[in-house]
């Protein structure tokens, strides 16, 4: 077993489910190796308590994130921050020759993430990859197959997307998430965008063009719980994209949209993504974690979905029978039990989101704002 030394830049809400994951391990049966967390650095050292309760291999507790770059010990980082820091540390990391899982939209903008990919040129060893954990859930991953196989036929349309309901409260306090400075111009877009993006962009579905329709739903937020003063809530809410897709295999262009929306009523982090095609039609949405909805076609027959209660299947054979189920911190753990192969064997079954991938994420995104902004259809120059 190949232990890999791993540092975590960001202890909020994403550095505790990867330190999370890789405390459970031993939940997977096929890995020949595995991430061992020896450091942490957070800005904010009241978040210390839980790892140092927690995790007894941590033996570095930094508020400055130059101290784990230094640290030759550390072999990898996973850095969670927000999303105007993600060039300068994830520069660093590169440049220290540490292997780096990024948060999306790696980057900022688009000048930020050319300014990493830049970095990685002078330092190919570094073996780095951005997070995307959704399709790792068993129905994405069939869906995934099914595409590669060409079952689809022809392919009518694709739509993918991530909703929220978490900002419905207009009440609820500003965050970082709602400033353009700390968040982005892309918004809600940089926010959720890559995970609606991972498969299509796997599979080739790149779009041409896009026509963008933006909204910014709540003006304002109190600026802490129960203040009465509020402050500018700036970063788009909720982005539709139609794009013009093609498949790579025939050429034929097809119709795709990309939904992304922190204000979706009754939504809790639903992921989904459906595939309509002359042939077969497939659909998942994590509402409905285990199942696939499907529809063969076939000429004189009856057009019937059907569905299927697929279990606990995943790419990276866990001790969880396949009469179970799949949940969320399955699909953390199983994307970094991708990260984790790949860098040690240079493939995994399937694999994180590239660093060309989060490019073209922010072509798509940089012509979705331009679309919105003069309404009208922009070309993506990727
Ligand atoms: N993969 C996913 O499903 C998913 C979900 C949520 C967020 N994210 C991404 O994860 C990243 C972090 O988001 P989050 O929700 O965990 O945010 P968060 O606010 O919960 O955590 C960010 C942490 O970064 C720390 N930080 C800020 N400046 C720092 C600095 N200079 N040095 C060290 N630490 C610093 C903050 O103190 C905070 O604890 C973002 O890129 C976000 O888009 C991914």
């Not at 650095?41 to 790892?51: E, Q, R, S």
């Not at 392919?155 to 400033?179: F, T, Y």
């Not at 012509?367 to 993506?380: D, K, P, Y």
Request: hydrophobic share 40%; aromatic share 10%; proline share 6%.
């Amino acid at each position: 077993m190949r232990t890999i030394k791993f540092g975590i830049v960001g202890c909020g809400l994403m550095g505790r489910e990867f330190a999370s994951a890789a405390a459970r391990w031993c939940h997977l049966t096929d890995v020949d190796v595995r991430p061992e967390l020896v450091a942490v650095c957070d800005a904010n050292a009241d978040l210390f308590g839980w790892y140092r309760s927690n995790f007894p291999s941590i033996t570095r507790f930094a508020t400055d994130y130059r101290d784990l770059m230094k640290d030759g010990s550390i072999e990898a980082l996973y850095v969670a921050v927000p999303h105007h820091l993600h060039a300068e540390i994830y520069v660093a990391a590169i440049e220290a020759d540490k292997h780096l899982l990024g948060e999306k939209p790696f980057g900022i903008d688009r000048e930020a993430n050319a300014t990493i990919r830049a970095a990685l040129v002078k330092h190919p060893k570094a073996f780095v990859r951005c997070s995307s954990e959704f399709p790792f859930f068993p129905a994405p991953q069939r869906i995934f197959q099914a595409a590669q196989s060409g079952a689809f036929g022809r392919i009518l349309e694709v739509s993918a997307g991530l909703h929220h309901c978490s900002d419905m409260d207009p009440d609820k306090p500003l965050n970082w998430k709602r400033q353009v400075a700390f968040n982005g111009a892309y918004g809600c877009m940089g926010d959720l965008g890559m995970h609606a993006l991972h498969v299509p962009l796997r599979l080739g579905w790149k779009p041409r063009d896009v026509r963008a329709v933006l909204s910014k739903i709540v003006a304002d937020r109190p600026v802490a719980k129960g203040s009465r003063e509020r402050r500018p809530c700036e970063t788009w809410d909720n982005a539709t994209l139609l794009c013009t897709a093609a498949d790579l295999r025939t050429g034929d262009a097809f119709p795709m949209t990309l939904s992304t929306k922190r204000i979706s009523p009754g939504d809790t982090n639903t992921w989904f993504l459906q595939v309509l095609g002359t042939r077969t039609s497939m659909a998942f949405s994590s509402r409905y974690p285990k199942t696939l909805r499907s529809l063969e076609y076939t000429p004189g027959g009856a057009q019937a979905w059907r569905e299927e209660d697929l279990g606990c299947v995943s790419a990276a054979p866990a001790i969880t029978g396949p009469i179970f189920e799949f949940g969320f911190s399955d699909a953390i753990l199983q994307m970094w039990a991708a990260f984790c192969t790949e860098l040690a064997h240079g493939k995994a079954p399937f694999g994180c989101v590239t660093p060309e991938e989060t490019a073209a994420q922010h072509a798509i995104f940089t012509a979705a704002l331009e679309s919105h902004a003069r309404n009208g259809v922009a070309a993506v120059a990727y």
